[in-house]
């Protein structure tokens, strides 16, 4: 099995790569989605992140205010590392949980879509990694202009990530977005074409029919010194 990983920053298109991804019909375990689900009502993240923030940060329905959080959480960095630790346990066990569905279904290629890839070390489980980077002054502008906030307040966002620039460094491929979508599906056939090259022999040995071929060659390696004694 191939894990792709594939991460950026806020503003820099990420989402939108994720789903040129699933457009072409490869699977993708996206970090966002299971954190909304660990944060739903009454379950364990929930419990904590309420005892940690207080009953301030819910909505009339009991559900967690996800914007109210988020303001709270990018204007102190110490509240956004307890966020995080609170948190991470939860979403590590669904990232994984979604991998394993895909593995019994089968997949041999996934893209793992995480925010915080290399914040969370995850990026040791995936091969290659694909930054989506988009220069300072665009990063900018487009956050400013998908969520309504002031530049001031865009920039507080961008900042309390990591940069995109360390991310590149630490990339295997980076798609620029500073540019076009024709550029940017332009990229994407060429990334295309490099992920769905066949799988290494480590790579089907971690698949399930890699697993399944294994185990079955021991099997009839057993029955075959058996039947030798």
């Given at each position: 099995?191939?894990?792709?990983?594939?991460?950026?920053?806020?503003?820099?298109?990420?989402?939108?790569?994720?789903?040129?991804?699933?457009?072409?019909?490869?699977?993708?375990?996206?970090?966002?989605?299971?954190?909304?689900?660990?944060?739903?009502?009454?379950?364990?993240?929930?419990?904590?992140v309420?005892?940690?923030?207080?009953?301030?940060?819910?909505?009339?329905?009991?559900?967690?205010?996800?914007?109210?959080?988020?303001?709270?959480?990018?204007?102190?960095?110490?509240?956004?590392?307890?966020?995080?630790?609170?948190?991470?346990?939860?979403?590590?066990?669904?990232?994984f949980?979604e991998?394993f569905?895909?593995?019994?279904?089968?997949?041999?290629?996934?893209v793992?879509?995480?925010?915080?890839?290399?914040e969370?070390?995850m990026?040791?489980?995936t091969?290659?990694?694909?930054?989506?980077?988009?220069?300072?002054?665009?990063?900018?502008?487009r956050?400013?202009?998908?969520?309504?906030?002031?530049?001031?307040?865009a920039?507080?966002?961008?900042?309390?990530?990591?940069?995109?620039?360390?991310?590149r460094?630490?990339?295997?491929?980076?798609?620029?977005?500073?540019?076009?979508?024709?550029?940017?599906?332009?990229?994407?056939?060429?990334l295309?074409?490099?992920?769905k090259?066949?799988?290494?022999?480590?790579?089907?040995?971690?698949?399930?029919?890699?697993?399944?071929?294994?185990?079955?060659?021991?099997?009839?390696g057993?029955?075959?010194?058996?039947?030798?004694?």
């Amino acid at each position: 099995m191939r894990i792709v990983g594939l991460t950026g920053g806020i503003g820099s298109g990420k989402s939108t790569v994720s789903n040129l991804f699933k457009a072409h019909g490869i699977p993708v375990v996206d970090a966002d989605v299971v954190a909304r689900n660990v944060l739903k009502k009454g379950t364990g993240g929930w419990r904590k992140v309420l005892a940690a923030f207080g009953e301030d940060i819910l909505l009339p329905s009991g559900e967690v205010d996800r914007p109210k959080l988020g303001q709270i959480v990018f204007t102190d960095p110490d509240k956004r590392q307890l966020l995080n630790r609170l948190l991470a346990p939860y979403i590590s066990t669904g990232i994984f949980l979604e991998v394993f569905k895909l593995w019994i279904k089968g997949c041999k290629i996934i893209v793992l879509d995480v925010p915080l890839l290399f914040e969370a070390k995850m990026d040791k489980w995936t091969k290659p990694i694909i930054v989506v980077w988009v220069n300072p002054e665009t990063q900018l502008q487009r956050l400013m202009a998908r969520d309504g906030t002031t530049a001031e307040e865009a920039s507080s966002r961008i900042n309390a990530q990591m940069s995109l620039d360390l991310k590149r460094d630490r990339a295997d491929i980076v798609i620029d977005n500073s540019g076009s979508i024709e550029d940017l599906n332009e990229q994407f056939r060429e990334l295309l074409v490099h992920v769905k090259k066949p799988l290494t022999w480590t790579e089907f040995g971690l698949s399930r029919d890699g697993a399944l071929t294994a185990f079955f060659s021991v099997l009839f390696g057993v029955i075959i010194c058996r039947r030798a004694l």
